[in-house]
């Protein structure tokens, strides 16, 4: 008998691999951060042994959800101005609050209550941009997920980065302190191509060439932004425009792509960019509906994003799943488009591919990382099951996840946050964001 750190026995396994595996009866071996063997209970117990048996008699048993764009650091900024459409609520908003009161605890305590929110909903992996990207990493490290974070690249001054050269410098920070971290992961993140100039995204695109990483930003998000890229870059597509930089490869990720067109999704495919969805988000902000069904027609890979709190306002995916789904079936009047199957896809073995963690997340097979999470089938809302695709999609909500492990670890079990104080976490927020009422003058 071979022995491992844990066994996960008898539950029903989503292996989330090419042959959409489904193990009625089956148990998972872990040791150490590696799923060592997945199959049917009798054939793995017969084979392995541990002193840590998780009984999931009764569970789905899956790979843990991947946010592949948020910014973590916003939980401060839910609810704070809702209603409005992007450009009034970023200007006006969101920019002049981040002003006055982001700081280094700010995106150390927001991240760590973004983190208690996302591991009780199944979430193990997020990207994050954000502000003070060192303390997302450091709270996300505390919490024991896995992240790929980059620090929000502007050409004006930030409460982190007076110039775009302190932003980059700053990057090039983050990537050396956590160079060989097993959960932390950096991406260079320049906004968005309205709020950068050529010669910063030239700058970032060359760092993130320097080290084989991600070079990730939010794209043609709102019809607005279409138009004005067009007009300033003197391009019938701003993606022509991206290819004329250089920036399309394997390693770009963009965020919305809500007013993409077909040769946008065509140079994507054919230089292999990914793309992050986000309807929950787009829908509040009334930027539109991104067209992912013709972005998957062509090959684009797409992963799931919650966006921040401040316009979602939760971190929930599998909320943001069942948004994807319904979306995508009322705009093009077809209840066959965004199948189940296809939009948990996005938010596991997809969205490991979006964010270059393809290799080791995003199923349950061996050789892989173990970020597993269980969710508990005995309840009303979740019986009786005949397909577990549409259970997820449709049925399953957050507070229905039980257990989480993470690179091995078990962060949460019977809902309870293991490595992470969360009523202390909830305490200090709600203490700081009466700082932020009262500055905003919110009544």
């Known amino acids: 008998m071979i022995e491992v750190d844990h066994l996960i026995s008898g539950g029903r396994i989503l292996v989330m691999d090419e042959k959409d595996t489904v193990i009625q009866n089956g148990t998972i071996a872990v040791k150490g951060e590696y799923i060592i063997a997945v199959g049917e209970k009798e054939t793995i117990e017969n084979q392995y042994v ?15 959800l991947i946010n ?19 450009m009034d609520w970023l200007h006006n908003y969101i920019f002049p609050a981040e002003a006055a009161f982001v700081n280094r605890e700010f995106s150390y305590m927001g991240s760590l209550l973004a983190c208690a929110e996302m591991i009780k909903s199944g979430t193990t992996t997020f990207c994050d941009m954000y502000i003070f990207e060192d303390e997302v990493a450091r709270a ?13 690249l502007f050409d004006f001054p930030s409460p982190n980065a007076k110039t775009p050269a302190e932003g980059i ?22 906004h968005s191509l309205y709020t950068c100039s050529e010669s910063l995204l030239k700058d970032a695109k060359h760092l993130a060439d ?19 890229l067009c007009k300033d870059k003197g391009v019938d597509t701003p993606t ?3 290819k004329k930089m250089d ?32 309807p929950e988000s787009n829908m509040k902000l009334a930027s539109g509906v991104a067209p992912v069904p013709q972005m998957l027609a062509a090959g684009v890979t797409v992963g799931l994003g919650t966006d921040g709190c401040a316009s979602n306002n939760n971190l929930d995916m599998f909320q943001e799943m069942d948004t994807a789904a319904k979306l995508h079936k009322v705009v093009h009047y077809d209840p066959t488009v965004m199948d189940a199957r296809t ?9 490991a591919k979006a964010l270059c963690f393809d290799k080791i997340i995003g199923s349950l097979t061996p050789g892989k990382k173990a970020d597993i999470i269980l969710i508990d089938l005995n309840r009303p809302h979740l019986t009786p099951l005949y397909n577990e695709y549409s259970h997820i999609v449709y049925a399953v909500n957050g507070t229905d996840v039980d257990t989480v492990f993470i690179n091995g670890n078990v962060v949460m079990k019977n809902r309870t946050l293991l490595t992470i104080n969360e009523s202390e976490i909830i305490d200090m927020v709600r203490e700081t964001s009466q700082k932020i009422k009262s500055g905003m003058n919110i009544t």
């Open 68 to 86: 592949c764009h948020t910014h973590a650091p916003m939980t401060f900024f839910r609810g704070l101005a809702d209603d409005l459409e992007l």
């Open 343 to 351: 939009v948990v896809r996005m938010a596991t073995c997809d969205g």
């Open 140 to 152: 996300a490290k505390k919490a024991g997920m896995r992240c790929r974070i980059g620090e929000v």
């Open 247 to 278: 920036c399309l490869n394997e390693r770009l990720i963009a965020f919305h792509c809500v007013w993409m067109e077909d040769d946008d999704m065509r140079m994507f495919s054919d230089h292999g960019c990914k793309i992050v969805h986000n």
């Open 210 to 228: 320097e080290y084989g990483i991600p070079l990730a930003f939010h794209y043609l998000e709102t019809k607005t932004e279409r138009e004005q």
């Open 169 to 190: 410098k700053y990057t090039e920070t983050l990537i050396a302190t956590w160079a060989d971290d097993p959960l932390i992961h950096i991406a260079v993140e320049p």
């Open 240 to 242: 022509s425009f991206l």
């Open 50 to 64: 541990s002193r840590e048996i998780l009984n999931a008699a009764g569970f789905l048993v899956m790979p843990g």
